[in-house]
């Protein structure tokens, strides 16, 4: 089992920065890809970015590119999804999940094995 544990949400203004966090514990961090979806009200849960396990390959949802990055430190068991020029279509609650693989973790919720509880980010125009 892997607890992912997701922070740094909250109240930001349009044009606005936000770092969210996930920590993991419970197995070997560095043995999991992770990756990050959001769920906007009524709306289904989406892709947003992902890393393998080294971090040498990363992932993003092609209209977030270069307004989002995503990092991890394994020696802290987290995972770091910076978030810049937010945008109001950017709220949603913020999930993190992993999978255990040294491979690209894809971009389909189903491909995930764990989640976290999820962290609300909201931005006001």
């Known amino acids: 089992q892997v607890q992912l544990v997701e922070s740094g949400g909250g109240l930001v203004q349009a044009g606005g920065s936000l770092t969210l966090s996930c920590a993991a514990s419970?197995?070997?961090?560095?043995?999991?890809?992770m990756g990050w979806f959001r769920q906007a009200p009524g709306k289904e849960r989406e892709f947003v970015a992902s890393?393998?396990?080294?971090?040498?390959?990363?992932r993003y949802e092609d209209s977030l590119k270069g307004r989002f990055t995503l990092s991890r430190d394994n020696a802290k068991n987290t995972v770091y999804l910076r978030m810049n020029s937010l945008k109001p279509e950017d709220t949603a609650v913020y999930y993190c999940?992993?999978?255990?693989?040294?491979?690209?973790?894809?971009?389909?919720?189903?491909?995930?094995?764990?989640w976290g509880q999820g962290t609300q980010v909201t931005v006001s125009s």
């Open positions: 999940a992993a999978k255990q693989t040294a491979l690209p973790p894809g971009s389909r919720a189903s491909n995930y094995d764990y």
């Open positions: 419970g197995r070997t961090f560095s043995y999991y890809a």
């Open positions: 890393i393998t396990p080294s971090a040498g390959g990363t």
